[in-house]
């Protein structure tokens, strides 16, 4: 099955109908496979998958993607689409005389929508039982509903249900059965069961965020937080310089895939590249030689010609001839590694486009990302917090919440005796945007862009049409758990949504991250914002994928020390309107979603003992009307948007809280 959505916040920016010029259109959809194994292929091969994973009661597994028409004919051939009507896969049969059945957790949440219940537990026949729960409620209601198998990388985790399900009531007691013959019994405990969020104190400010943000604007926030606040704030100007908002102009000339030439030009579009243009004549005359001429910015062709005075010349010939003249000013190529073979005919004059629509307005220079660092003691003596966000381009929440914690710490200091406290004991780091150039392009391009604006793909993958597939995934850029070291869950493939890059670090997006915490030794605690799904997760974030070995797990304490502070920072999460991020998607990367290899929480947590996080706002909504659970999306309407920037901003202080309260082991 192939949901079709869309994305909601603005257009993809490719004409209703594409030229050979125009990226194949994109969209957000659910797809269904039909277990773990084929759910790991489409992972291998590179799809730009969210972080929105649903296993289902028959075994099969739904997850969100972005994808064209023909990635999405690919992804059949891996099994990512069932054909209507067909069944799902049958399940082996338990054959032992009775299974060993533990739940090991089990408990009940109150959200706006009502109560609900999550249970997991699991069984010694492993991923053939049939598991079910049935439920005994506060006022006298029951209820039963069935699990599923959760198999990562081959590897038996549990059964779980595939979403929490409704209670009606607050569930006291449930009973898990098996088809196997075992049982087992639990009392159901509250989640999530964290501290308290301190109390406001009167006239406490909140709500700072009124509209989805491009980067200038973003910048632009905390440059005027710092000049409100200078005591309190340092502006701080990270090393690495970005691409830019910036490509090289480009134009197809021709009739692909045989009778086609790609033009580059050797500078940026907005450097000069946007100038140029090309013509291919014909000499009107026969028998005559190809030839090239540069007149200014004009490069003119003009074909061979036969002795009938037809137009003679060949794609690769025209290509050749380009590149062998001197001072064009581009770089020719035939189309996506095609030989050229078929004969060009006159085209107008065509001007080469970078074909980038932001306004004039929004720079194309490499940009230099900005850190707001607040505190009342920012000379390394505190424990340091960092929080960055969009990473992913597309993720327009994400950087609403780190501004939204921002604001409330600076504006509530003179006013609110918590707020105080927290920056007397702590050095926050605030990093709106880590990936600003791919965010210009999802702003004003193609909303749906996740990776940088850098293409590391050679001529062959590099026409026009392809502009929206280039770019590295930032959060695959990192050094440790990396596609290089043989993890999986990032790619090689400059094309694919998941590519790591040429190398570790090859990006500045990603060593700008890591010179925080290189350079500033008192961050201890980091959140990474992302979007969308509802997650709450930490190392490990990878594993290799032959035997499942993931990156070291944390000690027991540590491993308690991150559960216990997510507990506390999911209560303050669901005190904002009720929002509960899911039991089963709250835990370590590789137990609750999939391998992420090269991700920066991994890199801040095994090479700087930095108590790496890693938060997926918006939060499926229940719809009560179909009873079921309904994803928001990367540009909810801001309504939505606005709502999880809050709630989010909650979490976020309350991890400040925990860094305040923080005392080295």
Same mark, same amino acid.
């Given at each position: 099955m192939i949901v079709l959505t869309t994305f909601v916040a603005a257009e993809p920016s490719v004409p209703a109908v594409a030229g050979p010029s125009d990226p194949e259109p994109a969209s957000l959809v659910t797809l269904s496979v039909p277990d773990r194994a084929a759910m790991e292929r489409l992972v291998a091969s590179g799809a730009d998958l969210t972080e929105r994973v649903r296993p289902q009661a028959d075994g099969s597994v739904q997850v969100d993607a972005v994808a064209t028409a023909s990635q999405l004919a690919a992804y059949a051939a891996l099994g990512a689409t069932l054909a209507p009507g067909t069944p799902p896969q049958a399940k082996a049969k338990v054959t032992t005389a009775q299974d060993q059945l533990v739940i090991e957790r089990a408990v009940w949440m109150k959200s706006r929508e009502g109560y609900f219940l999550s249970v997991e537990a699991s069984s010694s026949a492993g991923e053939a039982a049939t598991l079910t729960v049935t439920w005994k409620g506060k006022g006298g209601s029951t209820g039963q509903a069935p699990m599923v198998a959760y198999v990562d990388a081959g590897a038996y985790l549990g059964h779980q249900f595939s979403t929490p399900v409704p209670a009606g009531d607050r569930p006291q007691? *449930? =009973?898990?059965?098996?088809?196997?013959g075992g049982t087992a019994e639990a009392k159901v405990r509250e989640w999530p069961d964290g501290d308290r969020p301190d109390r406001a104190g009167p006239g406490y400010q909140k709500d700072f965020v009124t509209q989805y943000m491009p980067p200038a604007q973003l910048n632009e926030r905390i440059k005027a937080l710092h000049r409100r606040y200078p005591k309190l704030t340092e502006l701080i100007t990270l090393p690495y310089p970005t691409n830019g908002y910036r490509r090289h102009a480009q134009a197809l000339i021709g009739t692909p895939p045989a009778a086609a030439v790609v033009l580059t030009s050797d500078a940026y579009g907005s450097e000069g590249g946007n100038d140029v243009a090309v013509e291919l004549v014909n000499p009107g005359a026969a028998g005559r030689p190809l030839q090239v001429t540069v007149n200014g910015k004009l490069i003119t062709v003009s074909l061979a010609t036969d002795a009938s005075g037809a137009p003679a010349?060949?794609?690769?010939? *025209? =290509?050749a001839a380009i590149n062998a003249t001197a001072s064009t000013g581009v770089k020719a190529a035939t189309y996506r590694a095609d030989a050229g073979g078929g004969v060009m005919a006159p085209a107008p004059l065509t001007q080469l486009s970078d074909f980038l629509n932001a306004p004039a307005s929004v720079s194309r220079a490499p940009a230099r990302v900005l850190a707001l660092r607040i505190g009342a003691h920012r000379d390394g003596s505190r424990t340091g917090v960092l929080a960055y966000a969009q990473e992913h381009a597309r993720e327009w929440v994400a950087p609403l919440v780190v501004v939204e914690a921002a604001e409330r710490l600076l504006r509530n200091h003179a006013r609110d005796?918590?707020?105080r406290r927290l920056l007397e004991r702590t050095d926050v780091f605030i990093v709106p945007t880590v990936n600003p150039d791919g965010a210009n392009y999802s702003f004003y391009d193609f909303n749906g862009q996740r990776k940088n604006l850098t293409n590391h793909c050679p001529p062959q993958q590099s026409d026009p049409a392809l502009r929206n597939t280039w770019g590295v995934d930032v959060n695959r850029n990192y050094a440790v758990g990396s596609l290089s070291d043989g993890y999986f869950g990032a790619s090689a493939n400059c094309q694919s949504g998941t590519y790591a890059g040429p190398a570790e670090h090859s990006e500045p997006e990603s060593r700008n991250v890591m010179w925080l915490a290189e350079t500033h030794r008192n961050i201890r605690f980091a959140m990474n914002v992302h979007s969308y799904g509802g997650y709450f997760m930490w190392p490990p974030g990878a594993y290799k994928l032959d035997g499942r070995v993931a990156l070291p797990r944390p000690t027991d304490r540590q491993e308690a020390y991150f559960m216990r502070s997510a507990r506390t920072i999911e209560q303050a999460i669901?005190?904002?309107?009720?929002?509960?991020?899911?039991?089963?998607?709250?835990?370590?990367?590789?137990?609750?979603?999939?391998s992420a290899a090269g991700n920066s929480a991994d890199e801040l947590w095994y090479d700087h003992g930095v108590y790496g996080w890693d938060f997926e706002v918006g939060a499926d909504l229940w719809d009560p009307g179909t009873r079921t659970w309904q994803a928001v999306g990367f540009q909810p309407p801001f309504t939505e948007g606005h709502a999880e920037a809050l709630e989010f901003a909650s979490g976020l202080i309350s991890l400040v809280g925990i860094a305040a309260d923080y005392r080295e082991p």
């Open positions: 007691w *449930v =009973t898990v059965t098996s088809a196997g010349s060949t794609a690769a010939q *025209v =290509t005796q918590a707020t669901a005190a904002e309107r009720g929002t509960v991020i899911w039991p089963q998607q709250t835990g370590p990367v590789t137990d609750v979603l999939y």
